[in-house]
């Protein structure tokens, strides 16, 4: 048997980042050590208290949260978008009241914490960034080591063969902050990008949280809630996709098992200048280089992800 990997989700926890957790917590496969907040789909100190709750949800209390940045690395404010707002509810958990959690988030900064779980774990740690990279960014500028440390960065963000979802371009995450994405996808990071190419083709319906409702424990039912709140939205943000998009969750499934991926090897940058910001491209003057630092993933064997996910989170919500 494989050596348990060592994971950490950085999640603006909005409701696929909800999943992410659930994801995580139900493969034996990986040992979830932390979760990093940032900001997004909801402010990272709102970030922070849903990650703290879910996990209460999940009966998983012993899972340390940190708090990153609020802002982006080159600005010193951050307001919610009206679309997250519309696609996740002001709570960020599709309006579904959770109580609050009984425990409080760490002391020590998601950076911090980062950092040393770097320089403790190597190459068994997995970091999972499904929200800007302002932490990751800021971790990297502080000790430039962490690119030979760590194991593997798989990342939801990015379009490459898609539009973006808030411009042309430009996919959410990305947006937020492509200064300091763009100082990750040209660091030398073994680096995975799951983005819109690939999320958009895993879908959750109705009929999938029905199944999660008839089950009748506390956890599928608040998550039947929060997941029917975020298809009923999808309905009339992305009227043309005939569910919701699992983009988080798919990350971790990704990170966990590459094989549910078509990837190519390519070196990228982040634009950072209008009217292309958050454009994630090929970098042209790094194209002739002998070796690639990014594995983007352009298709996904749905069915099998799909399944496996259904099968794993059925059976923590039966617990729980």
């Not at 994801?23 to 990272?44: F, K, M, Q, R, W």
């Not at 579904?96 to 911090?112: G, I, Y």
């Not at 990305?174 to 996808?185: E, K, T």
């Not at 929060?226 to 943000?237: E, L, N, P």
């Amino acid at each position: 048997m494989m050596a348990q990997k060592k994971m950490i989700l950085d999640l603006d926890t909005g409701i696929d980042d909800s999943l992410a957790i659930a994801y995580a917590l139900a493969s034996p496969e990986v040992d979830l050590i932390g979760i990093t907040s940032t900001y997004g789909n909801v402010v990272t100190s709102q970030a922070g208290q849903n990650s703290l709750k879910i996990l209460e949800l999940l009966g998983r209390t012993d899972i340390p949260v940190y708090l990153g940045f609020s802002h982006s690395s080159t600005t010193d404010h951050f307001d919610v978008m009206p679309v997250s707002q519309e696609i996740h509810g002001k709570n960020g958990i599709g309006e579904v009241e959770l109580p609050t959690a009984k425990r409080q988030v760490e002391q020590q900064s998601a950076v911090d914490f980062m950092i040393a779980a770097a320089r403790k774990y190597g190459d068994d740690l997995i970091i999972v960034p499904t929200g800007p990279m302002t932490n990751l960014a800021a971790a990297l500028k502080q000790a430039p080591e962490l690119t030979a440390l760590v194991g593997n960065v798989t990342f939801m963000g990015g379009a490459l063969t898609v539009p973006g979802n808030v411009t042309e371009v430009g996919e959410a995450n990305i947006n937020q902050d492509p200064a300091a994405a763009n100082q990750v996808l040209r660091s030398s990071f073994n680096l995975t990008m799951v983005g819109l190419d690939v999320t958009l083709r895993t879908l959750l319906t109705k009929k999938e949280t029905k199944l999660w409702r008839a089950l009748g424990t506390k956890a599928s039912v608040a998550f039947a809630d929060i997941v029917d709140y975020y298809i009923g939205a999808y309905a009339t943000t992305n009227s043309h996709l005939p569910g919701c998009a699992l983009h988080d969750p798919l990350a971790v499934g990704v990170a966990l098992d590459p094989s549910l991926v078509q990837t190519i090897g390519l070196n990228m940058k982040v634009e950072t200048k209008a009217p292309f910001a958050a454009r994630t491209v090929g970098d042209e003057t790094r194209l002739n280089e002998a070796t690639t630092n990014v594995q983007v993933a352009v298709n996904v064997d749905a069915p099998a992800y799909l399944q496996r996910f259904m099968r794993r989170l059925t059976a923590l919500f039966a617990q729980n």
